[in-house]
């Protein structure tokens, strides 16, 4: 697979303390092994001249109080609260000043953040996704991205997950639904 570095951006999801690191408050040790072959996917589209943009999910503590069903903390516990350790972005991200960070609040990335704007200022058409979790915000964010007509692809060895059936199942409805798929090794930049 061979992409326009120019027109396509390197997505990285959610990859945060919660999440990646052994002390997080929904480690999982599938997301902490995806650190180093995201970190080589970032670093291979930079070179390249592909944009990069991280998303951290972030919950005010509030977020969810009063709501009738939508309730993350109900279903994971309280989880990458804003401000806290947990939802800082873990360490072995170069993330750099050129890059965009979306704060988002939902298991998608583009459910009212900045994220179509800036793909679409910057001419971007496809979207080489990594990070975590496989199942949860990785294919909401690769979903939402394919029915605002960019074209999400999946790299598959650069997925965090729970349960590697979880993983599994992501790649294999990403790619029959509403994208492609692709691994580190395949996925090259013009």
Known sequence: M??????TAVVVVDMQNGFCHPDGSLF?????AAIDPVTDLVSRGRDAGAHVVYTQDVHPPEQFDGNHYYDEFERWGEHVVEGSWDAELVDALDVREEDLVVEKHTYDAFY?????????????DDLLICGTLANVCVLH???SAGLRDYRPILVTDALG???AEHKEYAVDHANWLFGETTTLADAEFE
């Open 2 to 7: 061979s992409l326009d570095a120019t027109r």
């Open 28 to 32: 999982a040790p599938g997301s902490e």
């Open 112 to 124: 009212q953040t900045q994220l179509e704007g800036w793909l679409d200022a910057r001419g971007i």
């Open 141 to 143: 964010t690769a979903g």
């Open 161 to 163: 997950y729970i349960e």
